[in-house]
């Protein structure tokens, strides 16, 4: 069973810039789509960023040109590099492949202060 190990967040001002990570295990990060997810408080979770396989990216208009996401298939890691926070970036963020989900891991939680 697959299991997805988020970190990197924490508390940062406005503005601020933080690097999350996702250590997923097993051998079939390298064939999978992958994204990053958020779920703020009293909010659905939604998806801020993609990569295929190939590294093609797609970003939510909430976080382009300021969010990027990178893979390393050798590492099978995931990461997301968030520049410019702003307090509506708060949130419980998460990893998982673009179909067919994994099981959630226990995410990473990030806080913007204003």
């Known amino acids: 069973q697959v299991q997805l190990v988020e970190s990197g967040g924490g508390l940062v001002q406005a503005g601020g810039s933080l690097r999350l990570s996702c250590v997923v295990s097993?051998?079939?990060?390298?064939?999978?789509?992958m994204g990053w997810y958020r779920q703020a408080p009293g909010k659905q979770r939604e998806s801020v960023a993609d990569?295929?396989?190939?590294?093609?990216?797609d970003y939510a208009d909430s976080v382009r040109g300021r969010f990027t996401i990178a893979r390393d298939n050798a590492k099978n890691t995931l990461y997301l590099q968030m520049n410019s926070l702003k307090p509506e970036d708060t949130a419980v963020y998460y990893c998982?492949?673009?179909?067919?989900?994994?099981?959630w891991g226990q995410g990473t939680q990030v806080t913007v202060s204003s």
């Open positions: 998982n492949r673009k179909v067919n989900l994994w099981f």
């Open positions: 097993g051998n079939t990060f390298t064939v999978n789509d």
């Open positions: 990569i295929t396989r190939g590294g093609i990216t």
